[in-house]
């Protein structure tokens, strides 16, 4: 049987510098969840058409599209980082944005009646593709934000979908139960700390290895 065909999805890390150290945001999935239940995570979640149609403040840095186009179109692309705003902002109340509004219907609508999309402040980081054996499978890009960029600081309950929400110093996000891919990404984030020239790590799966390569 064929392995299922990845599907887009885009995940959010949110630094927060305003205490000693820096902090990210994490969220722990609820137990009856089927795809990584009592996991640690960052907010993020799939694609969706509407990702595609979103005014925002402002537009992706040259350099934060360049390297997502070398994956995808940039339109598709641009749609991969809206998702992690959506996502972020559906998971845990926070709004990435800039003042302003804008009418929609469906999944952007709360979130643009208080704010357009600030893609400006993210950063691409990583990108990972789920194992062929797994039954649900994502071609995952990871960004970051900081947290200076949210109209909010404190989380809300959101959807639901995650149990708790904290802020973390790395020690302690590190500590978490937290699935494989989360804790690369989050130990890939922290030497980002002192060299944010790193290339862009690209985690898959041939053969039933795991390969590293540059996105």
């Given at each position: 049987?064929?392995a299922?065909?990845?599907?887009?999805?885009?995940?959010?890390l949110i630094?927060?510098?305003?205490?000693?150290?820096?902090?990210?945001?994490?969220?722990?999935?609820?137990?009856?969840?089927?795809f990584?239940?009592?996991?640690?995570?960052?907010?993020?979640?799939?694609?969706?058409?509407?990702?595609?149609?979103?005014?925002?403040?402002?537009?992706?840095?040259?350099?934060?599209?360049?390297?997502?186009?070398?994956?995808?179109?940039?339109?598709r692309?641009?749609?991969?980082?809206?998702?992690?705003?959506?996502?972020?902002?559906?998971?845990?109340?926070?709004?990435?944005?800039?003042?302003?509004?804008?009418?929609?219907?469906?999944?952007?609508?709360?979130?643009?009646?208080g704010?357009?999309?600030?893609?400006?402040?993210?950063?691409?980081?990583?990108?990972?593709?789920?194992?062929?054996?797994?039954?649900?499978?994502?071609?995952a890009?990871?960004?970051?934000?900081?947290?200076?960029?949210?109209?909010?600081?404190?989380?809300?309950?959101?959807?639901?979908?995650?149990?708790?929400?904290?802020?973390?110093?790395?020690?302690?996000?590190?500590?978490?139960?937290?699935?494989?891919?989360?804790?690369?990404i989050?130990?890939?984030v922290?030497?980002?700390?002192?060299?944010?020239?790193?290339?862009?790590?690209?985690?898959r799966?041939?053969?039933?290895?795991?390969?590293?390569?540059?996105?």
């Amino acid at each position: 049987m064929a392995a299922p065909r990845p599907k887009d999805a885009a995940t959010l890390l949110i630094v927060r510098r305003d205490g000693p150290g820096p902090r990210v945001l994490m969220g722990r999935r609820h137990g009856g969840h089927a795809f990584m239940p009592d996991k640690w995570v960052f907010p993020g979640g799939r694609i969706h058409p509407s990702d595609f149609r979103v005014p925002a403040a402002t537009e992706l840095r040259p350099d934060v599209a360049a390297a997502l186009a070398r994956g995808c179109s940039p339109e598709r692309g641009r749609a991969i980082a809206m998702a992690a705003i959506r996502e972020t902002f559906e998971e845990t109340g926070l709004r990435l944005a800039r003042p302003g509004s804008s009418s929609s219907r469906g999944e952007w609508r709360d979130f643009l009646s208080g704010g357009l999309p600030d893609l400006g402040a993210l950063d691409y980081v990583a990108r990972a593709i789920t194992p062929p054996a797994r039954t649900r499978r994502f071609d995952a890009r990871f960004f970051v934000a900081d947290a200076s960029a949210l109209m909010e600081l404190e989380p809300g309950a959101g959807s639901g979908e995650l149990g708790e929400l904290a802020w973390f110093d790395w020690e302690a996000a590190a500590a978490l139960d937290l699935p494989a891919i989360t804790r690369a990404i989050l130990a890939e984030v922290a030497l980002r700390e002192a060299d944010p020239a790193r290339p862009i790590p690209y985690h898959r799966f041939e053969r039933g290895a795991h390969r590293l390569l540059e996105a």
